[in-house]
């Protein structure tokens, strides 16, 4: 059973990363430390009550579970509720309400492994793969890693002193490169956004695709399929890719769901959901709606937070019946082929349909 509940936690400490990106860290009781436990790449989901409305976010942890510190980074974007919040309001001391770490963009560590991994972040894209590169280099002593980080300009770069620190602390083992947008460097392989050339030039003269073991991006969705994209086209092994999405162009995915609702338009789906050992049952109409927002309108008390398609918090199992799912980003190959969705990308398309939160 997935633990759902959302535990009060305080804010022990603030640090000012850029202009508009704060590393907020977390007082942790001793009474949910274990509960609390984390793997590196994962994230927190954060809820706060701001001027009456509940809002969730999910933030990824950037410190690494070797350091009995729990950190996020929250960089502040136009319109955002909580991101706003956080930048300018939060304080040492406030309390926040998360649901404990959660996320699969992760990896084992073996500290007889030679690895050797590659990773591209963008803006705060940079939080979870650094709680990664931390970890993999202090349990693999024999691993290295090169990172590719595209920011604006340099006073942009999120936790630049502390990958600077790594960078001086294993020098032998950890190169970093950073692409400026907005800024021009003396070296032009350095400006600009990474595109296919610079995705050449990197496997070309940079790492040799035949010694690179396993590839980390996260940050736009531009800028993870292209790395995606050009790698399965040079024939490197899918599985040893692993990509985190914060934020998804859903453009495509909304005419989709448009023509679902004329299609099953005067259909009925009749919906249970089986969710912390209790069952809950509603109707509604096939094709038109997601079924979490559709659960939530009807006063059923579920787990979610990005309602994207990305962060895999809503993750269910679908026990009967069939849906439409927009978007599964959220979610490994193999759980979509085990019968997993999305409840928040999830349309029925079926007259019964039975999921369980519970596995």
């Known amino acids: 059973m997935k633990n759902t509940e959302f535990h009060k936690i305080k804010v022990k400490n603030i640090q000012q990363s850029t202009k508009d990106c704060v590393i907020v860290e977390f007082d942790i009781p001793n009474t949910l430390k274990e509960k609390f436990q984390f793997k590196a790449g994962q994230y927190l989901t954060l809820r706060k009550e701001l001027n009456g409305e509940e809002v969730r976010r999910s933030y990824s942890l950037c410190s690494s579970p070797n350091d009995n510190s729990w950190q996020v980074g929250i960089k502040e974007i136009e319109g955002g509720k909580f991101s706003t919040f956080a930048n300018q309001q939060l304080k040492v001391g406030d309390t926040l309400e998360a649901m404990v770490p959660n996320g699969s963009f992760t990896l084992p560590t073996d500290k007889n492994n030679k690895k050797n991994y590659i990773a591209f972040a963008a803006g705060s894209g940079i939080t979870p793969i650094v709680s990664l590169i931390k970890t993999q280099l202090a349990e693999e002593p024999n691993a290295t890693f090169k ?51 610079k995705l050449e030039t990197i496997y070309s003269t940079i790492c040799d695709p035949e010694n690179i073991d396993e590839v980390l991006s996260c940050g736009p969705q531009e800028m993870i399929f292209k790395v995606r994209d050009y790698l399965l086209n040079t024939g490197f092994p899918k599985d040893k890719i692993h990509f985190e999405l914060f934020t998804t162009d859903g453009t495509a995915h909304k005419k989709q769901a448009e023509k679902l609702k004329k299609t099953f338009k005067g259909k009925t789906s009749n919906i249970t959901i089986l ?68 409840s928040c990308q999830s349309i029925p398309t079926t007259d019964k349909i039975i999921i369980d939160f519970d596995v």
């Not at 927002?293 to 579920?302: F, R």
């Open 275 to 342: 969710e912390g050992g209790k069952s809950f049952n509603f109707e509604m109409e096939q094709g038109s709606n997601n079924i979490l927002d559709e659960a939530l309108i009807n006063s059923a008390d579920l787990p979610f937070a990005c309602k994207g398609g990305v962060c895999a918090t809503c993750k269910c199992k679908l026990i009967e019946g069939d849906v439409n799912m927009l978007l599964s980003y959220g979610l490994e190959d193999e759980e979509v082929e085990a019968g997993y969705i999305l």
């Open 147 to 197: 990172l590719f980080y595209t920011n604006k300009t340099v006073g942009s770069i999120i936790l630049k002193e502390e990958l600077e620190a790594l960078k001086n602390n294993h020098m032998e083992r950890f190169e970093i490169f950073y692409f400026l947008t907005k800024e021009k460097r003396n070296i032009p392989f350095l400006n600009g956004r990474i595109d296919d050339e």
